[in-house]
């Protein structure tokens, strides 16, 4: 049975958009889903089609994938800083 998504963190980009990461279930399968949801009209956010939704048998292979970018974001600043 699939399951509303569940809300783990939300990041706002601005005042009218916002990073939301959450859980859910499709069809039988975990998923995590990151997706930029937007504030039409001052009412509730609403997600666009921005974003990614991939089973969470994946999530180790995306998580190596960030931390590859956070050691480049390290590296870029330690160079900018000499």
Not at 57 to 82: P, T, Y
Request: charged share 40%; net charge negative; glycine share 2%.
């Amino acid at each position: 049975m699939d399951k509303q998504p569940e809300v783990i963190a939300e990041l706002y980009k601005n005042f009218i958009e916002k990073v939301v990461v959450s859980l859910s279930t499709f069809k039988d399968k975990e998923r995590f889903d990151i997706r930029i949801f937007y504030q039409a009209d001052a009412r509730e956010f609403i997600p666009t089609k921005k974003g990614i939704n991939l089973d969470i048998e994946s999530w180790e292979e995306f998580k190596e994938m960030i931390d590859k970018l956070d050691q480049a974001i390290r590296d870029n600043k330690k160079v900018k800083s000499e």
